[in-house]
C-alpha cells in the first residue's frame, strides 16, 4: 500500500460526457501528479501540481484540468469524452516539487468510455 | 531526460537472479537512473535509483557501468510475484515528470 488513494476504481460513461476522478496523495506530500496509461501510448504523464499551484504540464488534452485543493487532494477533470479517453489514470506523489524522490502511485481508476 | 532503451522481455527461473539491461548513452552528468515496475495493471512501483556508484537496497541491486551509457537492475533471488514490467528512466534533478519508455516484460518461471 503506496499511501496514494484514489477513486472511484472503475468508471463507465459514455461518450461526450464529463467525469472527476480523485486523489488523495500520502500523508504529508505536496506534489501530485497524473499519469494516463493507454494500450496504444502507454503511460503518460499529464500534470503536475504542486501545494496548489500547476508545476508542470505533459501531453494534456485541451479537454483535460485538473486542481489541487489545500487539503491537497487533487481532482482530474475529464470532458468531451471520447473512446480513445479509456485508459488507466494514475495518481502519484512526492514530498517535494522535484522527482528525484521517489514517485508513490496510487491503485489507478480505469475509465471506459463507450 | 535521457532516451533508454530496454529488451522487450525476459524470463527467469524462480530462485535464480533476474538481470534486466538497461542502455542510456545519451544520459547526461546529472542525470539519475531510476527503475520502477509496474505488476499487472497495478500503480508502477519505485525499485532503486542511482548516479554513478551501484546502488543496493531490499529489492535490488543497480550496477552501473562506468561511463554511465547502461546499466543492469538484478533482483538477486526471483519470485512469481516479480512477473512484472519494469521500466528503466533518465531523471534528471530538476525533472518532475517520469518519462516511461516500453519497458521489459519479466516472466518468473516456476
Known amino acids: 500500500d503506496s499511501g496514494v488513494t484514489q477513486t472511484p476504481k472503475h468508471l463507465i460513461t459514455a461518450t461526450g460526457q464529463r467525469v472527476t476522478l480523485r486523489c488523495s496523495p500520502r500523508?504529508?506530500?505536496?506534489?501530485v501528479y497524473w499519469y494516463q496509461q493507454s494500450l496504444d501510448q502507454g503511460l503518460q504523464f499529464l500534470i503536475q501540481?504542486?501545494?496548489?499551484?500547476?508545476?508542470a504540464k505533459g501531453n494534456i488534452l485541451e479537454r483535460f484540468s485538473a486542481q489541487q485543493f489545500p487539503d491537497l487532494h487533487s481532482e482530474l477533470n475529464l470532458s468531451s469524452l471520447e473512446l480513445g479517453d479509456s485508459a488507466l489514470y494514475f495518481c502519484?506523489?512526492?514530498?517535494?516539487?522535484?522527482?528525484?524522490?521517489?514517485?508513490?502511485f496510487g491503485p489507478g481508476t480505469r475509465l471506459t468510455v463507450l | 531526460d535521457a532516451k533508454t532503451t530496454q529488451p522487450p522481455s525476459m524470463d527467469c527461473a524462480e530462485g535464480r537472479a533476474a538481470n534486466l539491461p538497461c542502455n542510456h548513452s545519451?544520459?547526461?552528468?546529472?542525470?539519475?537512473v531510476y527503475w520502477y515496475r509496474q505488476i499487472h495493471s497495478q500503480g508502477p512501483q519505485y525499485i532503486i535509483h542511482?548516479?554513478?556508484n551501484n546502488e543496493t537496497n531490499e529489492m535490488a541491486s543497480l550496477i552501473i557501468t562506468e561511463d554511465r551509457k547502461s546499466s543492469t537492475l538484478i533482483l538477486p533471488h526471483a519470485t512469481l510475484r516479480d512477473t512484472a514490467v519494469y521500466y528503466c528512466?533518465?531523471?534528471?534533478?530538476?525533472?518532475?515528470?517520469?518519462?516511461f519508455g516500453s519497458g521489459t516484460q519479466l516472466t518468473v518461471l516456476p
Open positions: 502519484a506523489s512526492t514530498l517535494g516539487a522535484i522527482s528525484y524522490n521517489e514517485q508513490f
Open positions: 528512466i533518465g531523471l534528471s534533478g530538476s525533472a518532475r515528470q517520469l518519462t
Open positions: 545519451t544520459i547526461s552528468g546529472n542525470e539519475y
Open positions: 542511482g548516479l554513478k
Open positions: 500523508s504529508g506530500d505536496l506534489s
Open positions: 501540481y504542486y501545494n496548489g499551484e500547476e508545476r
